[in-house]
């Protein structure tokens, strides 16, 4: 078995000498030198008060729930990880299983004895989720860990071949503001993320869906979501009915007061909106345990440290990258928050060696089963999207690193080999997709040489293409697809999406 670092090794910076000294906030994560501190950022009034007038009252009222949209939640690897070939395996125009050369995968870290051209390895390969696992990835690894074969077989899967710009905030991958669009949104924020971006994560999102109204939340561990509806002393003087009662009559004694301001109706009603909202919060969350990942018992048992039939235990709460997947797959998956974004930071893992790649990935397979097992044990939850990408990849020389059972080290950053995975849980039983992906389960499709082949759409060479895609594949899970065109005018994809169009709808 490939040798796992300690968390305290996964915490170490990675120097690279083709690198400059990293400048940038983005370019300190990318390579794991630093982590974002947390707060919660709340809209400013010039964003409350550009809500369209129309919506203000419609979309006052808190429900805690979200808008009957499957939730959505991006998974971003800042640095440029390797994806393609050691992890998900990729192919040529047949798909995932049609081989690449040798050559072709060297570059993506792989000996000639652990390729499909090894005849004897054919039913070694990982089918759990239909999409097609290398059987020594790490990133496989880690979602066992986390995720039962029986959740597992509720998913299904297809991986996206597309060049991205190497170790860079700029690439436009982040499709959160789209899918905002496409009708997600939560019953206490619309939309989410770990850093304190405007993507909530690393990459950016396309700047022709930017809306700074739903700018994303930071939340990146549990303390970040109880504050969001921490009600001080009020429900423990009077308990939550009590103090649901005292707000609401605030809010009844200010809309009268307000009524007789010489204002514009559309600011009363955001005035209004904000004394209701408050109520409401004290209402339905009046115990902040309702939203706490650290009391939800599905997540950890809070009684005991070392309780393994849990997602996590006490002890892996600790640690940040299960304290950012634990709080935000909770407020998404609960409908609490519309999407979110989890970023991990260190992905830039080109050091010489494959051993710590492989750390990196098992972590990132761990977050990606931890949200899949949730959704599968939460009786509140029911469908997820899960949307794996990074900024660029790496590539191999093809020297061995024989504590990774000689697979071979990543040298350096490589464009060409990009890739994003996009995987749907579906609680009644695995999706379906349409032909020919439910064969080849690959959009797009590499060169024998393990490069991206550019020409075969309009994805494969553009970033916030890709983007544009997963939004599309979101939206035909809702049978929505059809107002993509709509909703996104002048998209790059728009005379290209039956290409593109891989899930059918389910909900």
């Known amino acids: ?49 550009g809500v369209n007038r129309a919506n203000a009252q419609a979309s006052c009222a808190l429900t805690g729930a979200g808008a009957g949209k499957i939730p959505f939640i991006g998974i971003d690897l800042a640095g440029g990880a390797n ?114 971006s405007d993507s909530g994560g690393n990459s950016i999102a396309p700047m022709s869906m930017f809306d700074p109204s739903v700018r994303p939340t930071k939340i990146d561990r549990p303390s970040d979501v109880r504050g969001l509806v921490d009600t001080g002393k009020l429900t423990e003087l009077l308990g939550s009915t009590g103090a649901g009662n005292v707000a609401s009559a605030i809010q009844s004694i200010s809309a009268l007061k307000v009524e007789q301001i010489q204002e514009d109706q559309a600011v009363k009603d955001l005035v209004n909106c904000a004394y209701q909202q408050s109520s409401d919060l004290i209402t339905l969350f009046g115990d902040p345990a309702a939203l706490d990942p650290e009391q939800d018992p599905v997540i950890v048992n809070p009684n005991q440290a070392n309780d393994t039939t849990r997602i996590f235990t006490q002890a892996e709460l600790t640690q940040s990258e299960f304290r950012k997947t634990a709080s935000v797959m909770k407020l998404v998956l609960e409908g609490h928050a519309g999407a ?30 931890a949200i899949f097992e949730y959704a599968e044990r939460n009786p509140l939850v029911g469908d997820v999207m899960v949307y794996l990408f990074s900024d ?89 697809e059809g107002q993509f065109t709509t909703l996104f005018p002048g998209s790059a994809i728009q005379s290209d999406m039956a290409n593109l169009l891989a899930f059918s709808q389910i909900r």
């Not at 794991?32 to 010039?46: I, T």
Request: no cysteine.
């Open 340 to 369: 979110g974004t989890i970023e991990f930071g260190g992905y830039d893992y080109h050091d010489g060696t494959r051993t710590t790649g492989e750390a990196k990935d098992f972590r990132a397979g761990q977050a990606i089963g």
């Open 392 to 480: 660029g990849s790496v590539f191999s020389d093809g020297q061995g690193d024989n504590g990774a059972n000689g697979k071979f080290v990543w040298r350096g950053d490589n464009a060409g080999s990009g890739v994003s995975v996009m995987m749907v849980y579906r609680k009644s039983g695995k999706p379906t997709l349409r032909a020919p992906f439910a064969t080849t389960r690959q959009i797009g499709h590499y060169r024998a040489n393990g490069d991206v082949e550019t020409g075969v759409n309009s994805v494969a060479n553009n970033p916030e293409a890709l983007t544009q895609a997963a939004i599309l594949n979101y939206m035909a899970l809702h049978g929505e």
């Open 1 to 49: 078995m490939a040798k796992r670092r300690t968390p305290t090794e996964m915490g170490r910076p990675f120097f690279h000498a083709d690198h400059r000294r990293p400048r940038t906030r983005r370019e300190f994560l990318a390579q794991g030198f630093m982590a974002g501190s947390a707060y919660v950022v709340a809209p400013s009034v010039l964003s409350l008060l």
């Open 83 to 196: 994806i393609a070939g050691s992890n998900v395996m990729i192919g040529g125009a047949g798909g995932q299983e049609d081989p690449l050369s040798e050559q072709g995968y060297a570059k993506l870290g792989l000996p000639l004895d652990m390729t499909p051209l090894n005849s004897q390895l054919a039913t070694a390969f990982d089918r759990s989720m239909n999409l097609v696992f290398h059987f020594d990835s790490a990133m496989l690894a880690g979602i066992l860990s986390k995720a039962s074969l029986a959740t597992l077989a509720k998913v299904e899967g297809v991986i996206v071949s597309s060049r991205s710009a190497n170790d860079t905030q700029n690439n436009p991958l982040n499709p959160m503001y789209g899918i905002f669009r496409a009708g997600a949104d939560g019953g206490l924020l619309s939309l989410i993320g770990t850093q304190s």
